[in-house]
T-cell receptor, first 116, second 114 residues
Framework: GNSVTQMEGPVTLSEEAFLTINCTYTATGYPSLFWYVQYPGEGLQLLLKATKADDKGSNKGFEATYRKETTSFHLEKGSVQVSDSAVYFC???????????????FGKGTKLSVKP | GAGVSQSPRYKVAKRGQDVALRCDPISGHVSLFWYQQALGQGPEFLTYFQNEAQLDKSGLPSDRFFAERPEGSVSTLKIQRTQQEDSAVYLCASMRGRIEETQYFGPGTRLLVL
């Protein structure tokens, strides 16, 4: 079945460092791909998404490109801030059936801590 | 507020008790999802509603889990005869349409079964 694998954390970086969080997926067909973020004490929020191959999602300085050839959707940011400290989840939209219209399949999450 | 709300935010239950978790989706959103998030894991799909119709319940872990959305708005997830392995955060998400769009998540209900 469909699945998502993302790098395990925690990841600790200094402010202004470059961030990469790896995410690969297994899916039949062509799912949409997402990055969600969960800030401390808050609910899941959509960070960015891409709906087809070679699409690049971007938001708040974060980027991820849908790579069909490598089945990847790695999250990157050029210069992280303390306020980026959160748990990041990679997810795909499962169009596999059962009547659902896009329930999400998540990775396990990667906790990012950014130190000043 | 305009977001998804869930209640209670925290629930402690003794093993064997029944619990009911409520989700108020964004007004007018057609689709509603329930997910279960165990500690240190990503959310896992439980069930999906389109208006009042439960179209997919393939993720419900046992027949002790039951969900409803009788008027196509508020939804309730009920767990009967709770077990310790039911301890998790239960997340609700709503989506405006019927096909794949952005899902908006509530803050979750943290259930602890003792």
């Amino acid at each position: 079945g469909n699945s998502v694998t993302q790098m395990e954390g925690p990841v600790t970086l200094s402010e202004e460092a470059f961030l990469t969080i790896n995410c690969t997926y297994t899916a039949t067909g062509y799912p949409s791909l997402f990055w969600y973020v969960q800030y401390p004490g808050e609910g899941l929020q959509l960070l960015l998404k891409a709906t087809k191959a070679d699409d690049k999602g971007s938001n708040k300085g974060f980027e991820a490109t849908y790579r069909k050839e490598t089945t990847s959707f790695h999250l990157e940011k050029g210069s992280v801030q303390v306020s980026d400290s959160a748990v990041y989840f990679c997810a795909l939209s499962d169009r596999g059936g059962g009547g659902s219209q896009g329930n999400l399949i998540f990775g396990k999450g990667t906790k990012l801590s950014v130190k000043p | 507020g305009a977001g998804v709300s869930q209640s209670p935010r925290y629930k402690v239950a003794k093993r064997g008790q029944d619990v009911a978790l409520r989700c108020d989706p964004i007004s007018g959103h057609v689709s509603l999802f329930w997910y279960q998030q165990a500690l240190g894991q990503g959310p896992e799909f439980l069930t999906y509603f389109q208006n009042e119709a439960q179209l997919d319940k393939s993720g419900l872990p046992s027949d002790r889990f039951f969900a409803e959305r009788p008027e196509g708005s508020v939804s309730t997830l009920k767990i009967q005869r709770t077990q310790q392995e039911d301890s998790a955060v239960y997340l609700c998400a709503s989506m405006r349409g019927r096909i794949e769009e952005t899902q908006y998540f509530g803050p979750g209900t943290r259930l602890l079964v003792l």
